[in-house]
């Protein structure tokens, strides 16, 4: 057992309202940059719907992510290493940028300055990439709420695949407007425990980090060889085409290093996001990601992952130098409740052989949206229980993003969700939840209650359990200000009196020495409204 | 003039190269990549660039064979002038060809292609007269002074003044009845290499060989000093008195 530890996130897709606030925040802390228009580290899309970039899903195209070879060993789906080199003059499978879509700016210059005339002047869009007048065609979010699914929807690849595989062509997922079902997905990068972009790096620039298992790219090694665009099936690595480097979600390591929650954590509106620490078992990586059956992916990468209650993972992870209140963390860690105890949460296209770590509980709404508008009572259990089978569509669809098509997960997560719902309704009500409907999804009525704290009421400390990056630094960091030596002391050594050569305030006075503890605790004490315990006990 | 040509120069030019690469590594390592263009444009580049890289490849090593290897090396395996001249004439000229419609579509396609044409910078524009004129000399000189029955030896004067370059003692006379074409094409081939570092060329010098040898995925630990407060100045370390 080799035990490393990841920062991973779930993101419970039920409270997803779309309205595109991570990406916006994290455009504006990460992308806004020459190079970078046309960069969406973190993007919403609405499923079904082709995604950004377009039809990212087809990896018969774009050749990302890893296959089994005929031996059942792991290999890039985009050839070895020595095709990668003699293909290194070009990349053919490179999408270009039109594949996600041309930025653009309005002349706005032209509404001051155009002359006197008979029509209102106008801004015309302007693409960056060449500077010409364009037309607007596509964007990242183009067919937001399914705008245009009735024409493109079509072109879903896992629409696509639901009806090959049910062979009841246009029966089964409907773009009529008032059979279609929707959901968001927000993505970022999947921080994968076995990243085939880093495998792609010919430089050897991306690297996972060991601490945190955060896929970052080193600006200063990368040479611009544009293999690991190709390598990500998620497509979540893009080429700065100013810089000639390639970029992606960094989970934002600065802020997660000091306990943070990132960008697009931090202001989703939805709080529909969960950071936290899963232990894994690193030997296990290659194994697992080389399981045969790609529906058993999924089994397989809950099978690394390690229980931070069991005394022997805590061992093992203090041997292997994970910091104490890293581990302590895990044990606390919405994301390990939600993948690995309340089996809710699932991986994002595990048949890419990634092992993706971040990932999604899928949602229950558009069943109970369906029941609701039927009539039916859409909080009930057996309606829900009955809907979410009837209802095939959503399903089948879920597990093709999911569970590489396996249905039973799926159906499970709902069902738990479905539990929830009754058994809280009941509750609000003042009825006695009926034992049956958490036992029939195997949970009992406290886990239930657990479960929903974590899913409903989401407080903050609960959803985002991060710890900081250098415990053992902790003291040195809060104290940075006066690193070694005594605090009263000025640089040119007077001693304790606190005078410079000068007098008082001469010489360099270094900042005072306070705490980031002592800081809080100051301002806690003199905003609270009573007096703080250890006070009162002094007097 | 003749020793500033042919005795300064090539010295002059390597200098070049190896302290404006050393310099850039140090220097600007972040400004070390090939600046693909290829997000613009795919199609014909996904022709071109292997044509004109995998052309040029063959061309150096027929530079390295023809300048490296001594005349009497090759006689000495049975390999005489005339078979000699033949190989370097089509192998050569089908490498050169490749190189030469390799490059000319890419210029065509930077010059055509508004994104394309619009990340190219001056640098690049001065960058892709010497490695045009260079290849385009070069192929024509050759062509120039051949026949199919005989063609000029450099192998007589070219290749000892290169090998004589390398002794600290360059053998200046050997250039004296050297064609003028030949010539140039060596003075423009010196000029590149002298470029070589300072612009997008520079790439060449990450062939990433080392991919064939590590593991797929690669870890590190954050660097040393990496979190918390930076250092202190060089010069400015607090005293330990």
Redesign the interface.
């Known amino acids: 057992m080799r035990p490393m530890a990841q920062v991973a996130m779930v993101m419970n897709l039920d409270k997803c309202i779309g309205c595109h606030t991570c990406s916006v925040t994290c455009k504006q802390a990460w992308t806004n940059r020459s190079g970078m228009e046309y960069v969406w580290f973190n993007n919403v899309e609405t499923r079904p719907g082709q995604g950004y970039p377009r039809r990212y899903e087809d990896q018969e195209k774009w050749r990302g992510g890893w296959e089994l070879n005929k031996r059942g060993a792991l290999k890039?789906k985009n050839g070895g290493?020595?095709k990668?080199?003699l293909?290194?003059?070009?990349?053919?499978k490179?999408?270009?940028?039109k594949d996600y879509y041309e930025p653009w700016t309005y002349d706005y210059k032209n509404l001051t300055d155009a002359p006197l005339g008979d029509d209102y002047p106008v801004a015309e869009p302007r693409?960056l990439?060449?500077?010409?007048p364009m037309k607007v065609e596509w964007s990242s979010n183009w067919d937001d709420n399914l705008g245009g699914a009735t024409e493109y929807g079509d072109l879903d690849p896992m629409v696509e695949k639901v009806r090959r595989q049910a062979q009841q062509a246009a029966e089964k997922v409907k773009f009529a407007f008032e059979q279609t079902f929707m959901f968001y997905l927000p993505r970022i990068c999947e921080h994968c425990l076995?990243?085939s972009c880093?495998?792609s790096?010919?430089?050897?620039a991306?690297?996972?980090?060991?601490?945190d298992g955060i896929v970052l790219v080193?600006?200063?090694?990368?040479?611009?060889?544009?293999k690991c665009v190709t390598g990500c099936p998620y497509k979540k690595v893009y080429?700065n085409?100013a810089?000639?480097?390639a970029e992606k979600c960094t989970f934002c390591y600065p802020r997660v290093?000091v306990g943070l929650p990132t960008v697009c954590s931090e202001t989703c509106v939805g709080r529909l996001r969960y950071l936290g620490v899963i232990l894994y078992d690193a030997d296990k990586v290659t194994r697992a990601a080389s399981t045969k059956d790609e529906q058993a992916l999924y089994e397989a990468q809950l099978g690394v992952f390690l229980d931070p209650e069991d005394p022997e993972v805590r061992r093992a992870a203090e041997r292997a130098g994970i910091p104490y209140d890293w581990v302590e963390a895990a044990r606390r860690s919405p994301v390990h409740a939600l993948v690995s105890k309340y089996k809710v949460a699932l991986p994002l296209h595990p048949e890419y052989r990634t092992m993706p770590m971040i990932w999604y509980i899928p949602p229950l709404s558009p069943v109970v949206d369906a029941l609701t508008e039927t009539g039916h009572n859409g909080e009930d259990a057996d309606n829900l229980f009955g809907a979410i089978d009837t209802l095939r569509i959503p399903l089948e669809y879920l597990a093709e993003i999911f569970t590489a098509g396996d249905v039973a997960p799926v159906r499970s997560s709902l069902t738990k969700l479905a539990a929830m719902r009754a058994h809280m309704r009941a509750i609000n009500l003042g009825e006695r939840p009926d034992p049956s409907v958490a036992e029939s999804v195997g949970m009992d009525g406290p886990q239930i209650e657990e479960m929903y704290r974590l899913l409903a009421i989401a407080k903050y400390e609960d959803r985002y359990v991060i710890p900081t990056?250098?415990v053992g630094?902790a003291r040195?960091?809060e104290e940075?200000a006066v690193?070694?030596?005594c605090s009263l002391d000025h640089?040119d050594?007077t001693g304790p009196t606190g005078d410079g050569p000068f007098g008082q305030d001469s010489g360099q006075k270094r900042l005072p020495l306070v705490t980031i503890e002592n800081f809080h605790a100051a301002r806690r004490r003199q905003t609270s409204d009573e007096e703080p315990d250890d006070v009162r006990e002094q007097q | 003039m003749k020793t500033l040509l042919w005795g300064a120069l090539p010295y002059i030019a390597v200098v070049l190269l190896v302290a404006g690469t050393v310099w850039r590594f140090r220097y600007d390592k972040f400004g070390w990549t090939t600046r693909s263009s290829q997000v613009y444009e795919s199609k014909l580049l996904n022709v071109a660039s292997p044509m004109f890289h995998y052309g040029i490849l063959f061309v150096l090593v027929g530079h390295l064979m023809g300048l490296f290897v001594p005349e009497s090396w090759t006689d000495g395996i049975g390999l005489d002038e005339h078979t000699y001249h033949l190989l370097s004439l089509y192998g050569g000229t089908a490498a050169g060809a490749l190189a030469v419609l390799g490059i000319l579509m890419l210029l065509v396609r930077r010059r055509t292609n508004a994104p394309v044409f619009r990340a190219t910078t001056a640098n690049d524009k001065v960058m892709y007269v010497f490695l045009l004129a260079a290849i385009v000399l070069g192929m024509w000189a050759k062509l120039a002074n051949s026949t199919v029955s005989a063609g000029y030896d450099y192998r007589q004067t070219i290749a000892p003044w290169v090998r004589s370059l390398f002794t600290l003692q360059p053998d200046i006379d050997r250039m004296a009845g050297v064609p003028v074409l030949y010539q140039i094409h060596a003075l423009v081939g010196l000029a590149l290499i002298a470029l070589v570092p300072f612009t997008r060329l520079i790439h060449m010098f990450s062939a990433p060989v080392q991919y064939l040898f590590r593991p797929y995925v690669v870890y590190r630990s954050r660097a040393e000093g990496q979190l918390g407060p930076r250092p202190d100045r060089r010069g400015w370390e607090e005293s330990k008195l």
């Open positions: 890039l290493r020595i990668s080199l293909t290194i003059f070009s990349n053919p490179l999408p270009e940028i693409s990439i060449d500077g010409k076995n990243p880093v495998s790096c010919p430089s050897g991306m690297y996972k980090r060991a601490e080193d600006q200063d090694g990368c040479r611009g060889w544009r080429f085409h810089t000639g480097k290093e990056a250098a630094d040195r960091l940075s690193p070694d030596t640089v050594g």
